[in-house]
């Protein structure tokens, strides 16, 4: 067989998407090294679950974007290794967190079976919680079953069972517990807490989280990091001095920057310092560590680093990388900057962004949301209705997913 990836421009509206043997993918995300990766891995992935096994419903993402999730993993685990698919994983759940805390537990977005009640926009149903509390499920699933490499045989199995056909999550659950008949002996289904039906239907966190501590070797520096910058003066220099952040992966320098916004605002000592120790590294071609950095300068309204995001929204079209700064700059004192580059840039958007735009800027002239209105303010990160503050709006690994 063959396997080919198209790279689309930048205002491409979503970051890939899973066309059986032509998977698409933004160019945009090509200097962001390992977002790459995980994309292609991601949607190879969806060859089999998605597109081989397709969920029956649009109600029941999960089953095609929890699955490939998993999958994308257990492939990372075996080909890049334990720690850094553990740090990948800490970055998505993160942000996952970052969202429960803005839209509350009892959010039914955080559903793993929405209800697609006429009104609903089919946009609010692609979020974090399909991919992420969508993967715990399925990591639950392994974790019953004892062995990761058994349920490796239960998934190819999975596949060779329901292969062309579409599926509801009760069919898996009931295959699950066929191919293990002693974990449906033991009654898992009902375990106190993590009932299969809290799972399916219930609001909030994930009753479930993989073990991720073999992810210390990684992760442990950056929180070091972290805490050093966290206060309100600038670290000793000779302090920060043995952490060579150019020697760091992307998802090590997108996990310190994710927590230095959550620790915002930051004095502006510590961002001027921050700025004078990074900023080279921060405004590189990765778009992913850049669009954070630049969130941080729009939070902590860091006026001279202002020019890099005219540049960078200029540059970048798509709607993972203006929705995060543009809600910010809206938050913030910058409207008036944001409306500027909107009306210079606004022919170059796809018509549904330069719409989520228009409501981010202009909000008392936009439609009360009905059946036709366009895309909510995030496709990955729907937020509610009141106003959040900065610090609760999205970070750049909430904006935009792939598919
Ligand atoms: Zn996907």
């Not at 999958?71 to 993160?94: H, K, N, P, S, W």
């Not at 798509?318 to 944001?338: F, H, N, W």
């Not at 202009?362 to 990955?380: D, E, G, I, L, R």
Request: aromatic content about 12%; hydrophobic content about 40%; some cysteine.
């Amino acid at each position: 067989g063959r396997c080919d990836i198209v790279f689309l421009p930048p205002c491409f509206p979503i970051v890939a998407m899973e066309n059986p043997c032509l998977t698409f993918i933004i160019a945009s995300i090509m200097e962001s090294s390992e977002f790459l990766l995980i994309d292609v891995i991601h949607e190879i992935a969806h060859g089999w679950f998605g597109n081989a096994v397709t969920n029956a419903t649009w109600e029941e993402m999960w089953l095609s974007e929890g699955l490939a999730t998993y999958a994308q993993r257990r492939i990372t685990t075996e080909a890049y290794g334990e720690a850094f698919t553990c740090l990948e994983t800490v970055v998505r759940l993160d942000a996952l967190h970052r969202q429960l805390r803005v839209l509350g537990d009892n959010s039914p977005v955080s559903k793993l079976q929405v209800k697609f009640d006429p009104g609903v926009n089919p946009s609010t149903l692609m979020n974090l919680f399909t991919y992420e509390k969508g993967f715990c499920f399925v990591s639950y699933l392994s974790e019953l079953s004892g062995d990761c490499r058994h349920f490796d045989h239960f998934l190819r199995d999975y596949i060779l069972e329901f292969k062309f056909k579409s599926v509801v999550a009760q069919d898996l659950i009931d295959y699950f517990l066929r191919y293990f008949p002693e974990l449906q002996d033991a009654a898992v289904t009902q375990r106190e807490g993590l009932e299969f039906e809290r799972w399916l239907s219930g609001c909030g966190p994930p009753p479930f989280e993989p073990d991720l501590s073999a992810g210390a070797t990684l992760i442990g520096p950056v929180q070091d990091l972290c805490k050093l910058w966290g206060s309100s003066a600038p670290p000793d220099r000779q302090a920060v001095t043995p952490f060579d952040l150019s020697t760091w992966s992307t998802f090590q320098v997108v996990l310190f920057l994710d927590r230095m916004l959550d620790h915002s605002p930051l004095s502006h000592e510590v961002m001027g310092s921050l700025s004078g120790s990074y900023s080279s590294l921060f405004d590189g071609l990765n778009a992913e560590v850049q669009i954070r950095w630049l969130q941080l300068v729009v939070r902590n309204t860091f006026y001279p680093d202002l020019p890099r995001i005219r540049s960078f929204l200029h540059k970048h079209t798509s709607r993972m990388y203006t929705v995060p700064l543009y809600e910010d700059l809206v938050a913030g004192v910058m409207k008036c900057i944001a409306v500027e580059i909107f009306y210079q840039t606004q022919q170059r958007l796809h018509p549904n962004l330069r719409r989520t735009l228009q409501q981010i800027l202009f909000p008392s002239s936009s439609v009360t949301a009905n059946q036709n209105s366009p895309a909510p303010p995030t496709v990955a990160h729907p937020l509610p209705s009141s106003s959040p503050t900065p610090a609760a709006t999205a970070t750049a690994s909430a904006a935009g997913t792939t598919a």
